[in-house]
Antibody, heavy 121, light 109 residues
Framework: QVQLVESGGGLVKPGGSLRLSCAAS????????MSWIRQAPGKGLEWVSYITSTGNTKYYADSVKGRFTVSRDNAKNSVYLQMNSLRAEDTAVYYCARTRLVVVGWYFDLWGRGTLVTVSS | QSVLTQPPSVSGAPGQRVTITCTGS?????????VHWYQQLPGTAPKLLIY???NRPSGVPDRFSGSKSGTSASLAITGLQAEDEADYYC?????????FGGGTKLTVL
């Protein structure tokens, strides 16, 4: 079954850290770029980060640059998001998504169900 | 702040046709970049609806179609059904990397 399953969300205090995981199955994980996208409660979608298939190149939204780090382990069919120096505004459901490139840009053709991160004291 | 502007809400009666617009600029849609659309049913993850401006993934009904002209794109839904009630997001490429529209809530009357 082709799917993505996120885990690792929870409640964390401002300034704290959390590591999200996303396990892929049903497709050749190492062939695909992967992204993280978040959605604050009652708000729209915000792209957070992507990582190339080899893990050699990573991009980040300005809002998380320097605080979040994306990585992957192709042997474990997993992608990760290390989140440090968390702020209240990072509170959101975090989705991992399989990422497809177009001539300029990319889109997301497979999404996980998401994991909720709550940053609060 | 999204660089792609969508109406906050649209509505239509069952069987009708509705259109959701996504307005960008010369830095994104107007530069010729593809537009993609996602449907998010209540309480669920987004799902790809249209990619490459007017292509449907397998399994998406042909009631959904996309188009693009100038600095705008549109998602059209014909034969509106109650199950189409959802949030819809456009997405393109912009150098700011703020790539999603703000979303449009479709209400089926």
């Amino acid at each position: 079954q082709v799917q993505l399953v996120e885990s690792g969300g929870g409640l964390v205090k401002p300034g704290g850290s959390l590591r999200l995981s996303c396990a892929a199955s049903g497709f050749t994980f190492s062939d695909y770029y992967m992204s993280w996208i978040r959605q604050a409660p009652g708000k729209g979608l915000e792209w957070v980060s992507y990582i190339t298939s080899t893990g050699n190149t990573k991009y980040y939204a300005d809002s998380v640059k320097g605080r979040f780090t994306v990585s992957r382990d192709n042997a474990k069919n997993s992608v990760y998001l290390q989140m440090n120096s968390l702020r209240a505004e990072d509170t959101a459901v975090y989705y991992c998504a399989r990422t497809r490139l177009v001539v300029v840009g990319w889109y997301f053709d497979l999404w996980g169900r998401g994991t909720l991160v709550t940053v609060s004291s | 702040q999204s660089v792609l502007t969508q109406p906050p809400s649209v509505s239509g009666a069952p069987g009708q046709r509705v259109t959701i617009t996504c307005t960008g600029s010369s830095s994104n849609i107007g530069a010729g970049y593809d537009v993609h659309w996602y449907q998010q049913l209540p309480g669920t993850a987004p799902k790809l609806l249209i990619y490459g401006s007017n292509n449907r993934p397998s399994g998406v009904p042909d009631r959904f179609s996309g188009s693009k002209s100038g600095t705008s794109a549109s998602l059209a839904i014909t034969g509106l059904q109650a199950e189409d009630e959802a949030d819809y997001y456009c997405q393109s490429y912009d150098s700011s990397l703020r790539i999603f529209g703000g979303g449009t809530k479709l209400t089926v009357l």
